[in-house]
């Protein structure tokens, strides 16, 4: 799994060397003029390069498209009107669930009172009406049981 730690001498590995290939020069190939006639004559500029040269020329103006926005088939009023009404909808109904649900959830209650009561009465006529006690170190005996057992076994 790991290598072994014997001296090996290190591996020659050939080395290639790359040099750049030059590009041919780009060849200049001029488009044809074609004479566009503006509608008024622009004004002639000149300007005043850093190193002392000056560059004259038209100043031409790119007509900018103006922004127009497609007028919207609903007016906005109306459309947060209608939003209004269904937030609006939509609480009274979480409203309507949030009752609902109070109403169940106080009839559950109800009943577990209802059914622990049932219990714990029924436990309480349980403890009442037996004759047994359970409580350590008494004893219960039925007299009338005792007296027919010792005239039956002294007749």
């Given at each position: 799994?790991?290598?072994?730690h014997t001296h090996?001498?290190?591996?020659?590995?050939?080395?290639e060397v790359h040099?750049?290939?030059?590009?041919?020069?780009?060849?200049?190939?001029?488009?044809?003029?074609?004479?566009?006639?503006?509608?008024?004559?622009?004004?002639?500029?000149?300007?005043?390069?850093?190193?002392g040269r000056v560059?004259?020329?038209?100043?031409?103006?790119?007509?900018?498209?103006?922004?127009?926005?497609?007028?919207?088939?609903?007016?906005?009023?109306?459309?947060?009107?209608?939003?209004?009404?269904?937030?609006?909808?939509?609480?009274?109904?979480?409203?309507?669930?949030?009752?609902?649900?109070?109403?169940?959830?106080?009839?559950?209650?109800?009943?577990?009172?209802?059914?622990?009561?049932?219990?714990?009465?029924?436990?309480?006529?349980?403890?009442?009406?037996?004759?047994?006690?359970?409580?350590?170190?008494?004893?219960?005996?039925?007299?009338?049981?005792?007296?027919?057992?010792?005239?039956?076994?002294?007749?």
């Amino acid at each position: 799994m790991y290598p072994d730690h014997t001296h090996r001498p290190p591996v020659q590995r050939a080395v290639e060397v790359h040099q750049p290939t030059p590009l041919p020069p780009a060849t200049a190939v001029s488009a044809p003029v074609v004479p566009v006639q503006p509608g008024t004559v622009p004004a002639v500029a000149s300007i005043v390069l850093p190193d002392g040269r000056v560059v004259t020329g038209y100043a031409i103006d790119h007509p900018q498209p103006t922004a127009t926005y497609p007028a919207p088939a609903v007016s906005r009023t109306a459309v947060n009107a209608a939003l209004g009404g269904v937030g609006f909808l939509a609480v009274c109904g979480g409203l309507l669930l949030l009752t609902s649900f109070i109403a169940a959830l106080t009839a559950f209650v109800t009943q577990l009172i209802i059914l622990a009561a049932v219990i714990f009465g029924g436990w309480i006529a349980v403890q009442l009406f037996t004759g047994t006690s359970h409580r350590d170190g008494d004893t219960t005996v039925n007299i009338r049981k005792a007296v027919i057992k010792r005239n039956h076994f002294h007749s």
